[in-house]
T-cell receptor, first 115, second 115 residues
Framework: AQSVTQLGSHVSVSEGALVLLRCNYSSSVPPYLFWYVQYPNQGLQLLLKYTTGATLVKGINGFEAEFKKSETSFHLTKPSAHMSDAAEYFCAVRRSGGSNYKLTFGKGTLLTVNP | NAGVTQTPKFQVLKTGQSMTLQCAQDMNHEYMSWYRQDPGMGLRLIHYSVGAGITDQGEVPNGYNVSRSTTEDFPLRLLSAAPSQTSVYFC??????????????FGEGSRLTVL
């Protein structure tokens, strides 16, 4: 079974500061990892994903994440926060390969950006 | 391209009433799923389907029923609504052909209140 732990249900940063949202996963097989963003009263939108290959993945809106197998982590970063980044962020995991497409989500991290 | 369409967007029910949340996708995705989102709980999988005529239970299936008669549609039925089913419901779909990473595409959500 897979599971995801997002450290910090609420992160607050100043505009222009580094954004770091933490995600640790548990998986018995090599995982596929995802970060989704949810703006108020909207559905979830994919930010980026790791499947195979390069462990540093770049996504939309200047976000990136690094897959670290030894630390079972997939932290999301952005060098400089913008007011428009305020949203809830979800890390998710699924098994690689096979026909199991179920995504398991973390509980989410609400990002607040202060002017 | 409409993507994943959910109706209704808002619904208020009384305890004991039944209703159906509709979900349709026009991307020819084989995999479809329903999640519920509650504050501090992230997204939890209710039911999913890997193709027409095939459904299975997720993490929190009790009180919900699904069917998949076509590739496009995946309705979620509440049999006898309870206040604990007050939530935001998301339908999500994905390709499930071999080698695909299973990225989920989400609808905009259906907000249900049970009084």
């Amino acid at each position: 079974a897979q599971s995801v732990t997002q450290l910090g249900s609420h992160v607050s940063v100043s505009e222009g500061a580094l954004v770091l949202l933490r995600c640790n996963y548990s998986s018995s097989v090599p995982p596929y990892l995802f970060w989704y963003v949810q703006y108020p009263n909207q559905g979830l939108q994919l930010l980026l994903k790791y499947t195979t290959g390069a462990t540093l993945v770049k996504g939309i809106n200047g976000f990136e994440a690094e897959f670290k197998k030894s630390e079972t982590s997939f932290h999301l970063t952005k060098p400089s926060a913008h007011m428009s980044d305020a949203a809830e962020y979800f890390c998710a995991v699924r098994r690689s390969g096979g026909s199991n497409y179920k995504l398991t989500f973390g509980k989410g991290t609400l990002l607040t950006v202060n002017p | 391209n409409a993507g994943v369409t959910q109706t209704p967007k808002f619904q208020v029910l009384k305890t004991g009433q039944s209703m159906t949340l509709q979900c349709a996708q026009d991307m020819n995705h084989e995999y479809m799923s329903w999640y519920r989102q509650d504050p501090g709980m992230g997204l939890r999988l209710i039911h999913y389907s890997v193709g027409a005529g095939i459904t299975d239970q997720g993490e929190v299936p009790n009180g919900y029923n699904v069917s998949r008669s076509t590739t496009e549609d995946f309705p979620l039925r509440l049999l006898s609504a309870a206040p604990s089913q007050t939530s935001v419901y998301f339908c999500a779909s994905s390709y499930s052909m071999g080698g695909n990473t299973g990225e989920l595409f989400f609808g905009e959500g259906s907000r249900l209140t049970v009084l």
